[in-house]
């Protein structure tokens, strides 16, 4: 087994962790591969002595890994899709933050989890990406996917931004906002649930569109079909705003038209049984917790 490691270190709660997976894997005879940026963090903090064979961000995996581990949060997740990509390499994530929605496998059982995987008593679940074409193009956007939303945001200002916003060509209307999101499936548990857009399985063919601190309070959240392109254009009293990808942000002038759509590939996160999403919504939200009910 192939498997590449990726991941964010946090002092307090990562290095346990991070060696109880090493001491694992290579007491299994598992082929670690380590992102060069990671590996060489380790090599600082003492963490391991060792030299491992390395991948970079640039590069990016191919398909001949078995999986990637993710040791971080959700965030860590977001940024592991980009060296994912279109390789179907699925990614199993470790959580070493706080919520966790994406990086379900807890520290206290990645012993048991980690055995499941070599023994391949793991299922996939694919999780549809959302793309941005921006006209005219913008060379920062090398990367133009997200896993959890795009979103349109104001900069540099305090005032609100109209974000005038097309479904298939057809005006939906025009957002007078701080902002505006468009988020997947698994998005939906993040960015958007804070602002108060609803929650959407992840096997359900749809996004969310959901504004930011909207002026007109009758706006509200709006939940469309995957197959839908997403059109907007925005204006306001600064001459840029911001974009951003997941983690990943983009200054654009307002004459740009935004494209949002379904992306062509989608990307495999590893399902450890009995570890259901309906199990992380209760969970994580506190659901039944209320003792009165």
């Known amino acids: 087994m192939k498997i590449a490691i990726y991941g964010q270190y946090y002092q307090n709660s990562t290095e346990p962790i991070i060696r109880d997976?090493?001491?694992?894997?290579?007491?299994?005879?598992?082929?670690?591969?380590?992102?060069?940026?990671?590996?060489?963090?380790?090599?600082?903090?003492?963490?391991?002595?060792?030299d491992?064979?390395?991948?970079?961000?640039?590069?990016?995996?191919?398909?001949?890994?078995?999986?990637?581990?993710?040791?971080?949060?959700?965030?860590t997740i977001l940024r592991a899709i980009t060296l994912v990509r279109d390789s179907g390499v699925p990614i199993l994530g470790i959580n070493a933050g706080r919520l966790g929605f994406l990086a379900t496998v807890q520290k206290d059982h990645i012993e048991s989890f980690l055995k499941?995987?070599?023994?391949?008593?793991?299922k996939t679940s694919e999780r549809t990406l959302i793309c941005l074409h921006t006209d005219p193009p913008i060379e920062e956007l090398a990367i133009n996917f997200a896993l959890n939303e795009i979103?349109?945001?104001?900069?540099?200002?305090?005032?609100?931004?109209?974000?005038e916003t097309h479904l298939n060509?057809?005006?939906?209307?025009?957002?007078?906002?701080?902002?505006?999101?468009?988020?997947?499936?698994?998005?939906?548990?993040?960015?958007?649930?804070?602002?108060?857009?609803?929650?959407?399985?992840?096997?359900?063919?749809?996004?969310a569109i959901t504004p930011i601190a909207p002026h007109n309070l009758n706006a509200r959240p709006l939940v469309i079909p995957d197959d839908t392109v997403i059109t907007m254009k925005v204006s306001g009293r600064e001459n840029q705003?911001?974009?951003?990808l997941d983690s990943r942000t983009i200054t654009v002038p307002n004459d740009s038209v935004l494209t949002v759509r379904k992306n062509p590939f989608k990307v495999k996160m590893v399902e450890i049984p009995d570890e259901t999403f309906l199990k992380t919504l209760r969970s994580k939200l506190l659901w039944g917790e209320d003792k009165r009910n």
């Open 52 to 75: 491992y064979m390395t991948f970079t961000a640039q590069e990016g995996l191919d398909s001949s890994y078995d999986m990637l581990i993710s040791i971080g949060g959700d965030g």
């Open 241 to 244: 705003y911001l974009v951003s």
């Open 116 to 122: 499941f995987i070599l023994e391949k008593r793991y």
């Open 169 to 207: 060509d057809e005006l939906l209307t025009s957002y007078w906002a701080d902002g505006l999101i468009v988020a997947t499936p698994t998005g939906s548990t993040g960015y958007s649930l804070s602002c108060g857009g609803p929650i959407l399985m992840p096997a359900v063919s749809s996004f």
């Open 151 to 163: 979103s349109v945001s104001r900069k540099e200002t305090t005032s609100m931004i109209t974000i």
């Open 21 to 50: 997976i090493f001491v694992f894997l290579a007491q299994n005879n598992v082929s670690m591969v380590i992102e060069s940026e990671f590996l060489e963090m380790l090599h600082e903090k003492g963490l391991i002595t060792k």
